[in-house]
């Protein structure tokens, strides 16, 4: 079992970053893909980025490519969100989640975290 604790998350101006951080209990994090999803007030949660194992294949949303860059270590057993160029529609509550399978859809994540604010002011 893997729980799983974000930060990193806050208030931002438009144009600017944040660096959010999932931090993974025990000694089998590097064997799970590792997902980013987003849920805005009265919308669906949304996929934003994901990462394998490996580091090897990394997936993001059109809507944050180029502007946002997922990576890990899996040394420390952490995964990271570096969120640049933030837009107002970017707020919502970042959520790390892990899996066995590098997929984009929330249902096939295992273990999930209890999310970190994001708010970015126009």
């Known amino acids: 079992q893997v729980q799983l604790v974000e930060s990193g998350g806050g208030l931002v101006q438009a144009g600017g970053s944040l660096r959010l951080s999932c931090a993974a209990s025990?000694?089998?994090?590097?064997?799970?893909?590792m997902g980013w999803f987003r849920q805005a007030p009265g919308k669906e949660r949304e996929f934003v980025a994901a990462?394998?194992?490996?580091?090897?294949?990394?997936y993001y949303a059109d809507s944050v490519k180029g502007r946002f860059t997922i990576s890990r270590d899996n040394d420390k057993n952490t995964v990271y969100l570096q969120m640049n160029s933030l837009k107002p529609e970017d707020t919502a509550v970042y959520s790390c989640?892990?899996?066995?399978?590098?997929?984009?859809?929330?249902?096939?994540?295992?273990?999930w975290g209890r999310g970190t604010q994001v708010t970015v002011s126009s």
């Open positions: 989640a892990a899996g066995a399978l590098l997929v984009t859809v929330y249902t096939r994540y295992d273990y």
């Open positions: 025990g000694r089998t994090f590097r064997s799970y893909a």
């Open positions: 990462i394998s194992r490996s580091s090897g294949s990394i």
